[in-house]
């Protein structure tokens, strides 16, 4: 925590260029706010730290509490930057982070969410992975709020670890050695044991899945310099998912990922969090044209692991030629195997295509996986793990 009482040390670091920028963006965050704020504030970094406000149209008491939380917080050695707008509606997050982001000095950015807490040491932890990854965004774990919440989700969001790194070697191109060893191996003299990453090889090949960005963006912390390179953060507004947006732009550029692997942030889960806007079809669209790009390209023919609703759904989406890949479904359904292939009924080409159902062990990789994991009780898991497969080599997640 900051020290108080010590105006001669106070005006020091206020007069000092800051080492990062807290970037947070407001709309109407009254009930969360001053919880937040206070986590500023708590930060066990000595380092020089601004806050950067942007207050986006909020029509609560938001600047009420953000103008007396300024006091607090300059009194600590800690400036406070504000800015916004009143029009009669907002702009949306990507326009708010992007000004947030523009006002601020900082040579590192942290972000966070006006209804989200930071544990004291997320600063300092996150500074030090970033330090030694500057083209990595870098992530950490979460606790869900309230605790029950999006299990699952949650358990994906904490769990990519050690073990999935290890399913690729090297970094593909982010230009970083990959530094977590196998699990009880001990850490590299280079990283502290709760680094994990960059996140280039298992973990990119996630980041074709529903869950989108596998360190997710209320944890994210990179240097300014990789931040201009990739971004800004796209406008468009609500229904716009900015973060996955940015995320797949950070990729294309060679980034890497990292995670802190401690609990640095409390994750709020409320009917009116922004990520709500953003409908399901929106992100679908970006993703399935992410793997057309980014993968799928490099691959001859492919099977679609799952003949149902989600595997269907997949090949429909696809664009003409890339479908012309698909050589099969695969499935355990027998049913569904015993009817011998799937018609695309709204296909325009004569004769219509009929792609043949296989048993998942008579069908060849690579497969792109639309099951759902953590929902068999474990026996999908084990039937991938029979066949001795090599995650983005031999198969990528997609669901």
């Not at 090297?170 to 230009?175: N, Q």
Request: net charge positive; with cysteine.
């Amino acid at each position: 925590m900051r020290a108080r009482g010590d105006p001669a040390a106070a005006a020091a670091a206020a007069a000092a260029a800051p080492h990062v920028s807290i970037i947070l963006p407001v709309h109407n965050a009254e009930p969360w706010l001053n919880e937040c704020l206070e986590s500023v504030l708590q930060q066990d970094f000595e380092g020089s730290m601004e806050l950067s406000v942007f207050n986006d149209a909020s029509k609560d008491k938001s600047m009420t509490i953000i103008e007396k939380w300024k006091v607090k917080l300059e009194g600590s050695g800690i400036p406070v930057v504000i800015g916004g707008h009143a029009s009669p509606s907002p702009r949306g997050v990507g326009y708010s982070k992007n000004q947030a982001i523009a006002q601020s000095s900082g040579s590192y950015l942290c972000f966070l969410d006006s209804d989200d807490v930071m544990m004291p040491q997320r600063v300092r932890l996150q500074l030090e992975a970033a330090a030694q990854h500057p083209t990595s965004i870098i992530g950490c774990q979460v606790r869900r709020e309230p605790p029950n919440s999006t299990e699952r989700y949650t358990r994906w969001i904490n769990q990519l670890a050690s073990d999935q790194l290890l399913t690729q070697k090297g970094t593909r191109g982010c230009g970083e050695e990959l530094v977590s060893g196998s699990p009880g191996a001990a850490p590299s003299p280079r990283h502290p044991p709760w680094i994990r990453g960059p996140l280039a090889g298992s973990q990119r090949e996630q980041v074709f899945t529903s869950n989108g960005p596998t360190v997710i963006m209320p944890t994210w912390f990179c240097s300014r310099a990789w931040f201009s390179h990739v971004g800004p953060f796209d406008e468009g507004g609500q229904g716009v998912p900015e973060d996955l947006l940015f995320f797949y732009n950070h990729l294309r550029k060679g980034g890497g990922v990292v995670r802190v692997d401690q609990s640095l942030l409390l994750y709020r889960y409320h009917p009116d969090a922004a990520t709500h806007s953003v409908l399901e079809t929106t992100i679908w669209t970006h993703r399935v044209r992410f793997l057309e790009e980014r993968v799928l390209p490099h691959w001859a023919a492919f099977t679609i692991w799952n003949a149902g609703r989600q595997g269907r759904r997949l090949y429909r989406s696809l664009a003409a030629g890339t479908r012309r890949k698909v050589v099969a479904f695969c499935d355990v359904d027998e049913n569904k195997i015993r009817k011998g292939f799937y018609c695309h009924e709204d296909s325009q080409e004569r004769p219509k295509p009929r792609v043949p159902i296989l048993h998942f062990r008579a069908a060849r990789p690579p497969f792109v996986i639309c099951v759902k994991l953590d929902l068999t009780g474990g026996a999908f898991e084990n039937n991938l793990r029979s066949l001795h497969l090599q995650e983005g080599r031999d198969f990528l997640h997609f669901s």
